[in-house]
Each structure stands twice: as C-alpha cells, then as structure tokens.
C-alpha cells in the first residue's frame, strides 16, 4: 500500500470516527414501528369513537354543544395517551439497543436530537392548541403531520440520515391533508402508522439486522 493510498485510509477513518461522535446511532428502528403500531391503534380506537358520536348525531337529530365538546376531549387523552406509549416504546428499545452497543443513552449527542426535535415540536403543539382554540379541528392533523415532519428534519443531523426522509414524507403527506381535510385520520393513519413501520423496518434491516443475527 503507498504512502497516499495509507493517508487516504487514515482520513477515512478519521471520518468515520467524526460521525460517530457527532450522531446518535443508538436509535432503534423498532422505536418506529412500535410507534407506528401504536398509531395505528390509537387511530381504530379514533374511528370507532367518530363513529359512536355520529350515531349519536343521527339519533338525537341535532347538533349538541356538550356532547362535542367531551368527545373532542375524548380525541385529545387519546392523542396524549398514543404519544405517551410511543415515547416509552421508543425509550425502551433505544436504550436496549445502546445497552447491546455499550453505548449511553443520553449523552451529548442524543441531547441535540432531543433539543432540535423539541423546538418545532413545541411549537406546533402551541400552534395546534391555537386551532382548537379558535374550532379549527379539521387543520389539527395536518399541522400534527407537518409540525412533527419538521421536527424530524431538525433532528436527522444528529441522528440516523434516513430520519430526514422520514420527516420529509411526514410533511408532503401533511400537505396533501390539506387539501382533504375531512379525511385527517386517514392521513394520520398513514403517516404516523404505515409510514413509521415502513422507515423503521428499513432502518432495522440497514442497521440492526446483522447485530441482531449475531
């Protein structure tokens, strides 16, 4: 091997060392598709309560104040209980795939993915708070799916690069929803369920699959 062909070797490895320290490569991949499951029920459950309270509509003959306003509430402990589940999924096989790698869960560089993730998302939770605040329910799902896909952008220069993805199908998928708004559980079917176990079983089979064979 020649002395150029070495130095080319040494800085590749001194590349590699770089990206490693900068990303945080203990994401799971079954992070996603538990949420994505997760989604997915959470979205059933949503459908048969839309379905229970137009019955309830039809029955009464009449619009009811009251009884919308406590199926909305239903609509949102279910949004909070999905996301909470999803959370603790991903925690947990995160930290499972760090503690097979020997690696920390939090540590600097899972800070940034959690800050960059946090910002846009907060937002958009303020945002959507605004909606609802002010009745506009039907533009609540697209905002969930364009607020989170930013937040996943944001997050994906330090983690994972197929995240970036992720986010960008997130926000296309929002904005498509706006031009259907009465079909916002179908979308956030679709991007917070199929496409999270889609992205999450690709990653699992690029970045885990082999770790887990062995």
Known sequence: MTEQQNLETTLSDIKRIMERSSRFRSLSGLSAVFAGISALAGAGVALFMFRAYYDRWVARGHYDDADFAQFRLQLIILGFAVMFLAAAGGHYFT??????????????????????????????????????????????????????????????????????????????????????????????????????????LLMWWKYERRTSEE
């Open 95 to 200: 930290w499972r795939r760090a503690k097979k790698n020997n690696l920390p869960v939090f540590d600097a560089t899972s800070k940034k993915v959690i800050i960059n993730a946090l910002i846009p998302m907060l937002a958009g939770g303020a945002f959507i708070l605004g909606l609802i605040y002010n009745n506009l329910d039907v533009l609540v799902a697209p905002s969930c799916l364009v607020f989170y896909g930013m937040a996943l952008l944001n997050a994906s220069k330090y983690t994972l690069p197929d995240i970036r993805y992720l986010g960008i199908s997130e926000i296309a998928l929002g904005i498509l929803n706006v031009f259907f708004l009465r079909r916002g559980l179908y979308f956030w079917a679709l991007g917070f369920g199929f496409m999270h176990i889609f992205y999450g």
